[in-house]
């Protein structure tokens, strides 16, 4: 039997169709947040959009990480491997960053995101002479579930929220943290992450990549590679 994946490469427009109208992107809104959190409703004189009204996408139904168990594993091209705990990511410093999060279908959001920047991830694991491509291997799509360019995250100082509008980010939306692909649609935003891949495969297509969208996914940019 095809898997997903398989009947992706094979029915890309059939699945896109299917998707706008049942999965896609961005349908409903988070549901949950930590009671321990207070959330913030301002930064930088921005009013922030809050959790609750903010729209939301799963392609397998929210993915329940747990924080004493969870290690993110850091490979491929690098010359330390790294296994990092939550915690680990929570001594990093953390960078907070007004940012909107745009949805391919047209609507967005404005928050605020708090984490450590991916640089220094990267610093730590020593990414190897030709690396250009980070691949996020997540909970629901262990073979990758997206790719963004090294030179991207580099130039963009790019960080991965702990936190969302100083709320501990909630299980719905991502725990332990969600990608902040500042300038790129949503479905570049890779949640529950398990894994990051330095790579020099620049051919790799991640879920929705896989289904047509395109894999630059620059806001405003086309939503979809070209036939």
Not at 28 to 33: P, R
Not at 61 to 76: E, F, K, M, R
């Amino acid at each position: 039997m095809m898997d997903n994946r398989g009947l992706l490469r094979w029915c890309p427009v059939v699945f896109l169709i299917f998707s706008l109208a049942t999965v896609s992107a961005c349908v409903k809104a988070s549901t949950s947040k930590s009671p321990a959190d207070t959330e913030a409703t301002q930064y930088q004189n921005v009013n922030l959009t809050p959790i609750l009204q903010q729209r939301n996408n799963a392609i397998e139904g929210t993915q329940h990480i747990d924080a004493q168990s969870y290690h993110l594993v850091v490979n491929g091209m690098v010359q330390n491997q790294l296994s990092l705990s939550y915690s680990d990511l929570q001594s990093l410093p953390q960078v907070s960053k007004l940012a909107t999060l745009n949805c391919v279908e047209g609507w967005n959001f404005t928050a605020k995101w708090t984490g450590p920047s991916l640089k220094s991830i990267f610093d730590m694991a020593g990414v190897l002479p030709g690396a250009s491509v980070v691949i996020f291997h997540t909970a629901d799509d262990p073979d990758g579930f997206t790719s963004l360019d090294y030179s991207y995250i580099i130039d963009n100082d790019i960080i991965i929220a702990m936190k969302l509008n100083d709320v501990t980010m909630p299980a719905d939306r991502g725990f332990p943290f969600q990608v902040v692909a500042e300038g790129k649609y949503g479905y570049k935003w890779a949640k529950w992450v398990t894994g990051i891949e330095l790579s020099d495969n620049t051919n790799f297509r991640g879920y929705w990549e896989n289904a047509g969208y395109n894999n630059d996914a620059t806001v405003g940019g086309p939503a979809y590679e070209s036939p």
